[in-house]
């Protein structure tokens, strides 16, 4: 090439575009400003740029100090920006912006109705442009793509800047304005290719006055996304959002911090898209919140806290998920309230470790220790207030799992304690010092089987106060419930389903090695009756099943020690404590076997038995606390056959109805066996009733009382009963029963010996029975009594020492009383030493319907004294036979003085020499028995008034005859005692009567 080929063809060319490219690169600027400045002039704005700098080697520009202003503000500014592109990688289609800054940039944004505003220009004058550029753009795509360019962006930095954001969607309303300060965004090593892009991003910007700081690394393809995002220094106030929630929630105040670490992956293959979340540990707090949901509920809380550390999701689809992680929530000083109702905690506490898996085997979730903490709790709901100091609970080994058939197994460990708890129902509370529970549960569902299992169940209790409105209480220092084993087998139906209507099996229920202890507990009708009373009760290794109605129970030992039973209390310093009804030192029951149909039991041994009958003036049990005063039965006893079923009766009933298993009405009696009872140790029964006068206050000191071989399974087994017991220091009681409780009729022997036994203060007991009250005496009693079949014989040896009966023993009390009295017979059978020795033989049938025990006792006594003394009493009264005559009735155990008629003439009212006789044994009796008095009644017969047979009525003129008749008898009889010199006020007329019945004669009736 020469010279001159060089200077046109290399040189010129090449001066000639350096000058041109020169030329450009200086108009530029001006040029830009030129067309920028007239643009916002035609919108009325004022564009002002300090510096605007274009370079193209490499291209760059770099602009300072913009400024857009209307006539009232700025709308937008810009400090500083810079922009530069490497020219080479353009070669390979890459865009490499080795440098790109945005400084300071500030922009007003304002949305009216459908309009929006940007710098102050509306944009809505473009819209039409848009579409024309839509269409061109649409027509563009169908052309054939060419090959993606690479971007490549080193650094990208936006700091400094400012969104001032107005909106006004109605005029009519006030516009809302949001400020978004962006403290810095940088884009790091970003480059992408198409849909593949990678980069590392950090924000920090403010929205109002919510603070957002953010940290990103992110890889992107179709296939595969992955991003790693920080976000800290996150700090969010209700206040700074308050028209972007809807009402009522815009009202609250509050701030939320956030700080969030996580790593997320998605990616596809074969068209499968799946999702991981992995590391991601999260943080958010609320403080002083409080926020109203609706006109009722509301929500506060000085301080919550939700985290989640160390925490991967991986989610291929519904049916295939993997999630692990711990989730702590942290609350302080939170209330929730709604209407009337009201939960509040100082402080909550809660952490659980996730780790749930779901694939083609089915559904597992582990939990390896959870934990909920909440102190100082207050619900006050419907009818419902409580009270928690503290509450923990703890749950460990947590495990759950489901087959692809819903085959289901479940299991944990749980430790449940809680503090100083107070619960309040209407006018029913309840509260307790400490709670303690653990125990290990595990489930497990198959396809016809529900099964549910408890092992090693602890329950521990202190300080339990429980108070009912009616005034019930219960109060228990301690107790303690261990259990080895709880399990319960539910049959599930053909569907699997609960449904009431479907007939199953019932559920099984067994439990293995169960203990209870506790002690002082004290239950209470009302502040003056107690229930029931105990120091310590134990139960050791109880074990049972149970199924429907049929269960089976076995019990190694129940023992309390301290039982006291129905005691009424005093709840004034004046008023005397009663004794309770019962007090036990300690009773013990040892190898307890039960079910639906009966129990065994080994042993039961009572120590120290204290019995107290307390009988007030009204025969009201007083310290009897379980019956009100009103419903309480009279004390008299009534011994009636027995209407319980016996096994004879089961068998005739079962065998003689042919749809006996259909009919429930009728149920075999349910047996008891009990192979040995004793009570030892300083035992006794004392009563006092104060219903008799004077109060009986007696003691029985109990020596031996013991019971073997109860069955009323066996019809053959005999039950021995043995009695020793004294009453103070001299009298004794002895007894001795055998009997056969299964027998279809009462069989047994007995013997019964009592000695020195006083008898004055029985005396009320007895008095009706015998007729007079006790004045002194002592009883020696030797009863042998037997019984086959119901057919009773026995003996009793009585001895009566010194045996008085108060009233009065002169002759004339034994006319007046028209029967002879009990005491007058004592008197006969007296022997040197004032006593009495009697042989009384006893026998009767219990089935036969007129037995009854009270007369089966006492008429024997009375008629052994009558019987000795009766022919006495005959020959005391012979002077008097045509007047007085003895009468013995009753089975012969009464004797009775009746006192003859005078008898007359028909229509005769004059005496006459035939009732001379009488007349003068009747003056004799008067004048021997000085203190009777003597009625005289005149009657009437039908005989007087003629007729043969009795009529049916009598006219007022008949009848005024007759009495006029039957008057002037008993006035004749009157005077013609007067006469003889006996006293006329002991002798009292009464009123005349008619007598029409068939065996009347005409008469003066007599009456001492």
């Known amino acids: 090439m020469t010279r001159r080929h060089f200077r046109n063809f290399v040189f010129f060319p090449f001066s000639f575009l350096v000058v041109l490219i020169t030329i450009i690169w200086i108009a530029t600027p001006f040029i830009a400003k030129h067309y920028l400045t007239a643009y916002f002039t035609e919108h009325d704005k004022t564009l002002s740029i300090e510096n605007l700098s274009v370079d193209f080697f490499p291209p760059k520009i770099d602009m300072k100090n913009l400024t857009l202003t209307d006539q009232t503000q700025s709308t937008m500014s810009l400090k500083h920006a810079v922009f530069e592109v490497r020219i080479w990688p353009l070669i390979s289609r890459t865009i490499h912006i080795s440098e790109a800054e945005i400084d300071g940039f500030n922009i007003t944004v304002a949305q009216q109705e459908n309009d929006w505003i940007v710098a102050g220009i509306n944009t809505a004058q473009y819209i039409n442009k848009e579409d024309i550029k839509t269409e061109e753009n649409s027509e563009t795509s169908d052309q054939k793509e060419s090959a993606p360019w690479k971007i490549e962006l080193p650094v990208f930095s936006f700091t400094n800047s400012r969104l001032s954001l107005s909106r006004q969607p109605n005029l009519t309303a006030p516009a809302e304005l949001d400020e978004i300060s962006l403290k810095a965004l940088k884009i790091k090593d970003l480059s992408g290719e198409g849909l593949q892009w990678e980069g590392d991003i950090t924000l920090s910007a403010l929205v109002n006055q919510a603070s957002l700081s953010l940290n990103s690394q992110f890889n992107y393809s179709p296939e595969l996304i992955n991003a790693d995002i920080t976000i800290d220094k996150t700090s969010l106030s209700i206040e700074s959002f308050q028209h972007f929630i809807p009402a009522p929630f815009n009202a609250g105040k509050g701030q939320l911090n956030l700080d969030s670490r996580f790593q997320f992956e998605q990616k596809q293959v074969n068209g499968v898209v799946s999702y991981k979340l992995k590391n991601l540990n999260f943080s958010s707090t609320i403080k002083e919140l409080d926020l109203e949901l609706n006109d009722t509920d509301r929500v506060t809380t000085d301080a919550t806290t939700l985290a989640l550390t160390k925490a991967s999701v991986h989610f291929f689809s519904a049916d295939k998920l993997e999630a692990s992680g711990l989730l702590d929530l942290q609350s302080k000083q939170s209330t929730f309230s709604q209407s009337d109702q009201t939960i509040q905690f100082s402080q909550l506490a809660f952490a659980l470790p996730i780790d749930v898996k779901r694939n083609e085997q089915g559904l597992t979730a582990n939990i390896e220790n959870t934990t909920l903490e909440i102190n100082d709790l207050l619900a006050a709901l419907d009818n419902l207030d409580v009270d928690s100091k503290a509450l923990n609970i703890g749950l460990t080994d947590v495990a759950f799992s489901m087959d692809p058939q819903e085959a289901i197994t479940a299991s944990l460990s749980s430790q449940i304690q809680s503090k100083v708890l107070s619960v309040k129902q209407a006018e029913n509370t309840a509260n307790y010092e400490l709670f303690n529970l653990s125990n290990t549960l595990s489930l497990t569902k198959g396809k016809d089987i529900l099964s549910a299992q408890n092992d090693k169940l602890s329950i521990d209790i202190k300080g339990l106060n429980a108070l009912q409105g009616d005034g019930k209480s219960l109060s228990l220092e301690t107790a303690k419930l261990t259990v080895e084993q709880l399990l319960a087998d539910i049959q599930l139906p053909a569907d699997n389903q609960f449904e009431p209507e479907t007939q199953q099996a019932a559920p099984i229920l067994t439990g293995t090695n169960i203990n209870f202890s506790s002690q002082m507990l004290d239950v209470k009708m009302a502040d003056n009756k107690r229930m029931a009373e105990w120091e310590n009760a134990d139960i050791n290794e109880l074990s049972f099943t149970q199924q429907d109605e049929t269960f089976e129970l076995t019990l190694t030992q129940l023992a309390i020690i301290g039982l006291t039973l129905s005691e009424a209390l005093t709840t004034t310093k004046d008023e005397q404590a009663l004794l309770p009804l019962s007090h036990i030192g300690k009773i013990t029951i040892e190898d307890i076997a039960a079910n639906q149909d009966g129990a065994k039991i080994n042993t039961i041994v009572t120590n120290s038995l204290k019995v107290n009958l307390m009988i007030d003036a009204e025969k009201r049990i007083e310290n009897l606390v379980f019956v009100e005063e009103k419903k309480q039965a009279s004390l008299t006893p009534t011994l009636k056959g027995s209407t319980s079923p016996k096994n004879t009766d089961a068998e005739v009933i079962i065998e003689g109805t042919p749809d006996a298993e259909q009919n429930p009405a009728f149920k075999a009696p349910y047996y008891v066996i009990l192979n040995t009872f004793d009570t030892t140790g300083d035992s006794g029964i004392y009563v006092q009733d104060n219903s008799i006068s004077p109060t009986l206050q007696r003691s ?15 019809k053959e087994q005999a039950t021995v009963f043995e009695l020793k017991a004294r009453n103070g220091k001299y009298s004794t009681l002895t007894s001795d029963v055998t009997i056969w409780p299964l027998a279809d009729k009462l069989t047994m022997k007995s013997e019964l010996v009592i000695k020195e036994a006083e008898l004055p203060p029985y005396s009320s007991y007895i008095a009706n029975a015998l007729g007079y009250q006790i004045n002194s005496g002592q009883l020696d009693l030797d009863l042998k009594l037997n019984s086959n079949d119901g057919v009773l014989d026995g003996n009793s040896h009585v001895l009566l020492r010194k045996f008085e009966l108060g009233g009065r023993k002169e002759s004339s009390s034994v006319v007046s009383a028209g029967a002879i009295p009990l005491n007058m017979a004592v008197g006969i059978l007296k022997d040197s030493n004032d006593n009495i020795d009697l042989e009384i033989p006893l026998s009767g049938d219990i089935n036969n319907p007129e ?66 006789v009488f007349l003068q044994q009747l003056l004799a009796l008067m004048r021997d028995k000085k203190d009777s008095q003597l009625k005289v009644c005149g009657i009437t017969s039908y005989l007087d008034l003629g007729y043969e047979t009795p009529p049916k009525s009598l006219d007022a003129d008949t009848q005024a005859i007759a009495k006029t008749l039957a008057q002037d008898r008993s006035n004749h009889l009157k005077d013609y005692l007067v006469e003889q010199g006996i006293t006329s006020s002991r002798i009292l007329l009464c009123s005349p009567e008619i007598d029409l019945s068939k065996s009347s004669k005409p008469r003066v009736v007599l009456t001492f």
Do not use: C, H
């Open 700 to 714: 029985l000191e109990i020596d031996t009382l013991s019971l073997r071989n109860l069955n009323t399974q066996d």
């Open 851 to 916: 037995f009854g025990w009270t007369n089966f006792m006492i008429l024997p006594v009375r008629k052994a004294l009558y019987s000795v003394s009766s022919s006495y009493l005959m020959q005391t009264f012979v002077p008097y036979a045509n007047v007085i005559s003895i009468v013995q009735f009753a089975g012969e155990q009464l004797l009775k003085v009746r006192v003859e008629p005078l008898i007359f003439e028909a229509g005769d009212n004059q005496l006459n020499d035939s009732q001379d």
